[in-house]
């Protein structure tokens, strides 16, 4: 199992840029994958983005291509997810996931079901 932290929400205004963080500790060598993922009130979770472990193959949602970017660094077992340009619509619980399936190329992970460990999420709110 792999425990996931996320930080790095809050509340900003349209057009600001914020950058999450989530830290993979426990069985980290058979994380072939991280992703975010979020949920606003009312709706269901949706994807955001993926990265793979080998390759940094990217997968973007496409309400947050040019956007968002996801990135990871591999020595700090750490993935990012840089936000800018921030609508009222982004407001949601992001959420940090690890996937032990492997894969490398492009549009790899992209659903829940692909995740086998999941972050407790953070908040961002986005203010009009």
């Known amino acids: 199992q792999v425990q996931l932290v996320e930080s790095g929400g809050g509340l900003v205004q349209a057009g600001g840029s914020l950058r999450l963080s989530c830290v993979a500790s426990g069985r980290t060598f058979r994380t072939y994958g991280m992703g975010w993922f979020r949920q606003a009130p009312g709706k269901e979770r949706e994807f955001v983005a993926s990265i793979t472990w080998i390759g940094s193959s990217t997968y973007y949602a496409e309400f947050v291509k040019g956007r968002f970017t996801i990135s990871r660094d591999n020595a700090k077992n750490t993935v990012y997810l840089q936000m800018n340009s921030l609508k009222p619509e982004d407001t949601a619980v992001y959420y940090c996931?690890?996937?032990?399936?492997?894969?490398?190329?492009?549009?790899?992970?992209?659903?829940?079901?692909?995740?086998?460990?999941w972050g407790q999420g953070t908040q961002v709110t986005v203010s009009s």
């Open positions: 996931a690890a996937t032990e399936k492997y894969c490398t190329g492009y549009g790899c992970y992209s659903l829940e079901a692909d995740f086998g460990s």
